[in-house]
């Protein structure tokens, strides 16, 4: 390519040049029987959905986010049903497993050098007694102890001197016996707690509450902030006025605050209604848990506000149509051109807008969770497990890694896909 | 103008008086009485003690009262977890110390934040472009205790090291460090979006061709013309970013066991110590409704184009 060709400066008029110089005189051929018939071919009318869906197998980002989702889903989902061991059960004898092991010749070696400190600590304070003749004084007895313990710190190098290596997954010695004996035994791929839980089903269990919270919570903000936006922006005039300050206060309203607030003080409510009673409603508080039923409460009072905004603006430019008129000539009344005739043309608004609303549900969530106001105990979430492995976190750093790492990867890839279906439901808003 | 802020004025006490009767109203939700202990008093005594306290009293005057107490200052008592210190205190004593970190996360969130935005719009298509903008879409997914704790371990240590993991005000600037960083990475990212979209908006206005026609230095385009405007739309992100950082701050202190208001408020809601929970709230409530307020005026202040009655979207 020619060097001496002048790039534009940024945000300069002259027209980029490069662009036509790589035209090559194969460019304009005349089009084979083959492609015009591909041409009409791409020109036969498409639905929305379909256009749409065009547009969007073009974005290689929102494809793979959405392909990261499934997966995520396929995990959550199918994930308990493989794994043979249940996300509140204790597995004696496999607490504090790490994601990876010894095989057993293995471990059997390393405590021939270290696993007998304590035999090692009274032969060696019998030695120095013996030599002293009288018993040894606390500092000496210190001492001793320290070198003893010092010595252990070598296991590192023996290790590595004998080319033991790890083996992927957790399992405990009791389960690598069985496993030498022919029973296949399912490993613990990210390890175990310290009350012996398989950190795996955990994980998916967690996954499983923050994506039905974040799904549910879009879910409840759609029907609100749909319906509430609708009736302000159609009728418009006064109605709408006090309808929109009321989500104006709403909206300035210090959600994180109050969502906190209502936890804690809807929680012993919620409590004593459930023991109140064994109806429907009792059952499902039961359930569900107290505290997420206050986190669905408090999506439901605050975070439709956005959602309600960007229907009126939505509904407010259609109401003028022509079809909507014609729809009140033919006598169709308000409900019916609300429902029938403006919320189907802003779909793609409401389809967009409650996708992006998921990782924010989800944000919150473990938010909560991990404030320890999230769900409860034995139910588990992402957030809550990060939050207990703060307590080993020197030893059993990957008991916070593994949660924190999946709670990132699919806020991410709700988010990333949010972009995507807006970018082709509704390509005016691309920047 | 006056008329705008007169109109702010009373959205934003609308709103507080919201927040405070959300707050009674929930206080008033919550099963059991305050004088429930041991012994159980007799029926008299308790008597007494409502009459005392304004209890026997319709709930809608008690309401009224407690809104007269909040414009008093009297935000009530601790039960738990200071017993009988008075809320509005413990909030005097905790809050500097929030403020602080707030103030640094944001400080540098804005510094970092902002010349990154403009550094990818200037760069716009390039690989330094998506390099940012995957960095920036990573850090806002990412909530700030995954962040916050990633942090701990990886770089925490002990008092001697660079970067203590356990707050202590004795060690200075040290021990700020960390959980500046770590409330400041979400506000950052968000900050360097915003301003990227702001700068690109700005670079296609007819102003900038203008500047470039009458043979105006690159930097001077950019600088003088395009960054300055590019900042006012900045400017609105600030008021939620302020929220932002006071309400992340929960589990930025809670991770690092700063000694501050938000690490205090979690604390108090495990330890269900209702009169701190709501006075907290209220307070914390107010301060965000009034930054908001702050930042929504000076918008206007900063550009004047804007037409003050009709609200700007």
């Known amino acids: 390519m020619d060097n001496n060709i002048k790039r534009p400066k940024f945000g300069s008029l002259q027209p980029d040049i490069e662009d036509l110089l790589n035209l090559k005189p194969e460019d304009f051929a005349p089009a084979s029987e083959e492609q015009k018939a591909s041409f009409i071919q791409d020109r036969e009318s498409t639905s929305y959905w379909r256009d749409a869906w065009r547009r969007l197998k073009q974005n290689k980002v929102a494809m793979v986010a959405l392909g990261v989702i499934i997966v995520l889903i396929l995990f959550a989902f199918v994930g308990p049903m493989i794994v043979p061991y249940d996300y509140d059960e204790f597995v004696s004898g496999a607490e504090n497993l790490y994601p990876w092991h010894y095989s057993l010749e293995d471990q059997r070696l390393i405590e021939s050098v270290s696993g007998n400190q304590e035999e090692r600590l009274a032969a060696a304070i019998e030695l120095a007694e013996a030599e002293k003749g009288s018993a040894l004084s606390s500092i000496e007895l210190a001492k001793i102890k320290a070198q003893i313990t010092t010595t252990t710190v070598d296991i590192d190098e023996f290790i590595k001197e004998n080319g033991i290596k790890y083996k992927a997954f957790g399992y405990s010695v009791g389960e690598l016996e069985r496993k030498e004996a022919g029973e296949s035994v399912f490993p613990h791929v990210f390890g175990t707690d310290r009350y012996g839980r398989d950190n795996m089903v955990r994980i998916m269990i967690g996954t499983r509450v923050s994506m039905l919270v974040g799904i549910c919570a879009a879910l409840l903000v759609l029907l609100i902030g749909a319906t509430y936006g609708s009736i302000s922006g159609f009728f418009g005039g006064r109605v709408d006025a006090i309808m929109m300050r009321i989500v104006e206060i709403i909206y300035s309203v210090p959600e994180v605050l109050v969502v906190l607030l209502l936890s804690t003080a809807l929680n012993p409510a919620l409590l004593a209604f459930q023991s109140s009673g064994n109806g429907f409603f009792h059952r499902a508080v039961g359930v569900l848990g107290p505290n997420l039923i206050s986190m669905f409460v408090a999506f439901g009072l605050l975070y439709w506000v956005t959602m309600a905004r960007i229907i009126r603006g939505q509904i407010l430019q259609l109401k003028s149509q022509e079809y909507v008129t014609a729809a009140r000539a033919l006598g169709a009344s308000s409900g019916r051109i609300i429902k029938r005739h403006l919320l189907p043309n802003c779909v793609g608004q409401l389809v967009v807008t409650t996708c992006l609303q998921i990782p924010s549900a989800i944000f919150l969530e473990s938010f909560l969770s991990f404030l320890g106001v999230g769900v409860s105990a034995p139910m588990t979430s992402l957030g809550s497990m990060a939050a207990d492995a703060l307590k080993g976190i020197t030893t059993y750093g990957y008991r916070l890694v593994i949660p924190a790492l999946i709670l990132s990867v699919m806020i991410l890839a709700f988010n990333l896909f949010g972009d995507g279906l807006r970018d082709a439901l509704d390509p005016r808003l691309k920047k | ?313």
């Open chain 2, 1 to 313: 103008m006056a008329k705008y802020t007169l109109k702010r004025l009373i959205m934003a006490i609308l709103t507080l008086l919201l927040v405070a009767c959300l707050t009674f109203l929930l206080m008033n939700s919550i099963p059991g009485s305050p004088w429930v202990s041991e012994k159980a008093p007799s029926q008299a005594t308790l008597d007494a003690l409502n009459a005392k306290y304004g209890l026997d009293k319709p709930l809608i005057v008690q309401l009224g009262k407690y809104l007269e107490n909040i414009l008093k200052g009297d935000l009530g008592v601790s039960l738990k977890m200071q017993q009988n210190r008075p809320v509005l205190d413990i909030i005097k004593e905790m809050f500097p110390v929030s403020a602080k970190i707030g103030v640094f996360a944001l400080l540098w969130a804005i510094l970092v934040g902002v010349p990154l935005g403009c550094l990818a719009a200037y760069n716009r298509g390039k690989w330094l472009d998506s390099l940012l903008r995957i960095i920036c879409t990573i850090g806002v997914s990412m909530p700030s205790f995954v962040v916050a704790s990633l942090l701990l371990t990886g770089l925490g240590g002990n008092d001697q090291s660079m970067f203590p993991t356990i707050f202590k005000a004795s060690l200075g600037v040290k021990s700020y460090v960390l959980p500046c960083f770590a409330l400041g990475v979400y506000p950052m990212c968000y900050i360097s979006r915003q301003a990227r979209s702001a700068m690109l908006d700005s670079l296609g206005q007819d102003y900038i061709k203008t500047a470039r026609a009458k043979g105006l230095k690159n930097t001077a385009v950019i600088f003088k013309h395009a960054l300055r405007n590019a900042l006012i739309p900045v400017i609105t992100y600030l008021g939620p970013q302020i929220a932002f950082v006071l309400c992340g701050g929960f589990v930025v202190e809670s991770v690092f066991s700063v000694p501050g208001l938000g690490r205090y408020f979690v604390q108090s809601i495990l330890n269900r110590d209702y009169p701190l929970i709501m006075g907290t709230t209220i307070f914390l409530a107010a301060f965000i409704i009034l930054m908001n307020f702050v930042v929504d005026i000076l918008y206007k202040v900063v550009d004047p184009r804007i037409t003050l009655e009709e609200g700007g979207n």
